[in-house]
């Protein structure tokens, strides 16, 4: 079975400056990885996904995120944050051809922005 | 497209009664996923469901709760003699296929408070 573990509950950070989430998987099979965003009161959504090829993948709104196989991890990051990043953050993975796969979430991590 | 619509988005309950969280996939969509989110613990996976089938159940608690997919209708979610420990928010998702390399689509949660 697959799990995944986020161990910064909460990052605080000032605006501007940059930010990495970390994100660590474990899984028997290969996965496939995602990040999903929560705004305060709303449902998760897509922030971006790595399924296969380039390890590194980027979202529209300048995160990236990047896969590295022996380390198991999943870390996303960002340059330059926005006030209007903070939200919180869940790594998640699904398992490679499942006919029953299901997305399993890590605990989540909470990005504040100082201005 | 409406995307994924749950209803009620709050819902007040005294200890012992029952509890009823609906979710509509959306349109074209056959996976439906149900997760709870609580305070400081992220989401946890309860129940995969299609069309008219449980899939994977496997995070769903013995007693007290069950979950159908009709084949004409909503989701249910159904929390029996709820007690205080069941006060979170639910979150519904759907997608077209297994979940797998797919984009899950969340609503936007049923938060249940239990008196």
């Known amino acids: 079975a697959q799990s995944v573990t986020q161990l910064d509950s909460q990052v605080p950070v000032f605006e501007e400056a940059p930010v990495e989430l970390r994100c660590n998987y474990s899984s028997s099979v290969s996965v496939y990885l995602f990040w999903y965003v929560q705004y305060p009161n709303q449902g998760l959504q897509l922030l971006l996904k790595y399924l296969s090829g380039s390890t590194l993948v980027e979202s529209i709104n300048g995160f990236e995120a990047e896969f590295n196989k022996s380390q198991t991890s999943f870390h996303l990051r960002k340059p330059s944050v926005h006030i209007s990043d903070t939200a919180e953050y869940f790594c998640?993975?699904?398992?490679?051809?499942?006919?029953?796969?299901?997305?399993?979430f890590g605990s989540g991590t909470r990005l504040s922005i100082r201005p | 497209n409406a995307g994924v619509m749950q209803n009620p988005r709050h819902l007040v309950r005294r200890r012992g009664q029952e509890a009823r969280l609906r979710c509509s996939p959306m349109k074209g969509h056959s996976h439906v996923y149900w997760y709870r989110q609580l305070p400081e613990e992220g989401l946890k996976f309860m129940v995969y469901?299609?069309?008219?089938?449980?899939?994977?159940e496997s995070g769903m608690p013995k007693e007290r709760f069950s979950a159908e997919f009709p084949k004409e209708g909503p989701s249910i979610l159904r929390i029996q003699q709820v007690v205080r420990g069941d006060s979170a928010a639910y979150f519904c998702?759907?997608?077209?296929?297994?979940?797998?390399?797919?984009?899950?689509?969340f609503g936007a949660g049923s938060r249940l408070t239990v008196l």
């Open positions: 998640a993975v699904s398992e490679l051809d499942s006919s029953a796969s299901k997305i399993i």
């Open positions: 469901l299609q069309k008219e089938n449980i899939i994977d």
């Open positions: 998702a759907s997608s077209p296929r297994t979940a797998g390399a797919n984009v899950l689509t």
